[in-house]
């Protein structure tokens, strides 16, 4: 006994220090991550072509060649489209800023009874120059130099880093069986078929998830952007591609864009109350096709969370691990529920849950009496006598 808890103690110990030294090595292990996350998502479509009798190393190649050539077509086409709106919305800005100087202020002034003001970007301007020449020395502006420095040697690792994902996603999906196999090694035989069916539920949740989420977010996007562009909003592609994409975080993609779509109306059409009816009513809809078609028809239920812990997951994934925590809160609360019913199961099998066991002796034998829920066992062991033993087992 004693040997059985020292081992489990020294098990435990290893996999705190292996963790510990993970976090020590986030920097280095965090491409690695990413590298396998993809090498995951794109596995399946290389064994597809594998199984064309095509040499591995091609069906990589040939994948990989496909997302280049769709993530290049993508850009040849929205770019241009997203420069020219980016160019409008800065050209809007002098015109917004009159808007609010001339009917924003004034309204608020008259309805909420503040004091009037306007905003005067020579005021602003001759302050900034002012802050920054009193704060900042000489020193400063070498320190804020250094730090410039500093940060074009991080943009340039963040270069690499990028550059890097891609080949050691490569060599993952060139040796993702061996690696497999290789991991599977590692289970103990006793645990290797519990341990292999909740790998593959896993497995299962996360794949359909994560497929249906990026799809979700791809069409809502469209959903958005083809909806205020139809109402006149000069800059409805941006907002909309901005918020499909923020719709990866639960409710976020929502916010985001029905507050920029706002405050672009606004800017270009004024106070229009049936302007903001129809940026209104586009985002009714994109909530409406989410809810009732994207959602159930590429998500359903993968997860099993209700709205309560979808939002307690996301938020606990931002104070853990910050914006990175909040795009894989989601994922790895999948693979929680997951783990926590077989939890749930295992619990379920045993005495605490299921009931209690009696032993009750009468001379030659003892009576054990197990009483479950489903079925009561009524066992009797009799004592041996020579070399005679023998248990009778009453199911009632």
Known sequence: ????????????????????????????????????????????????????????????????????????????????????????????????????NATFLPWLSHNFNVERMEIDTDQISTVVMEYIQTNYSADSIQSMALRLAQSGLSFIQVGGTIVLIPIISFYFLLDWERMLNSLRRLIPRPYEHSTLKIVRECHSVL??????????????????????????????????????????????????GIIAAVIATLFQFGVDWMQLALVGVVFMIGQAVEGYILQPFLLGDKIGLSPVAVVFAVLAGA??????????????????????????????????????AVVVSTGDSERISVETESVDLDIEVKKPQDTDTSIDVDRK
């Open 1 to 100: 006994m004693q040997d059985r808890m020292l081992r489990r103690v020294f098990i435990l110990a290893g996999i705190a220090l292996l963790l510990w030294i993970l976090y020590l090595l986030k920097p280095v292990v965090l491409p690695f991550i990413g590298a396998f996350l993809i090498a995951y998502l794109f596995s399946p479509l290389v064994d597809k072509l594998c199984k064309l009798h095509l040499p591995r190393w091609l069906s990589i190649s040939i994948v990989f060649v496909g997302i280049g050539v769709l993530l290049t077509w993508a850009m040849w086409y929205v770019v241009p489209l997203v420069w020219r709106q980016l160019i409008y919305a800065r050209d809007s800005i002098p015109s917004g800023i009159h808007w609010i």
């Open 207 to 256: 794949g359909a998830f994560v497929k249906g989420q990026f799809l979700v977010m791809l069409l809502l996007g469209i959903v958005y952007a083809v909806g205020l562009q139809l109402i006149g909003l000069e800059v409805g592609l941006i907002i909309g591609m901005v918020a499909g994409l923020a719709s990866i975080i639960p409710y976020l993609g929502f916010a985001v």
């Open 319 to 356: 104070q853990l691990a910050g914006f990175l925590g909040m795009l894989i809160a989601l994922p790895v609360a999948a693979v929680i529920v997951v783990l926590l019913r077989h939890i749930r199961e295992a619990y379920e099998h045993t005495a605490l849950y299921g009931g209690s």
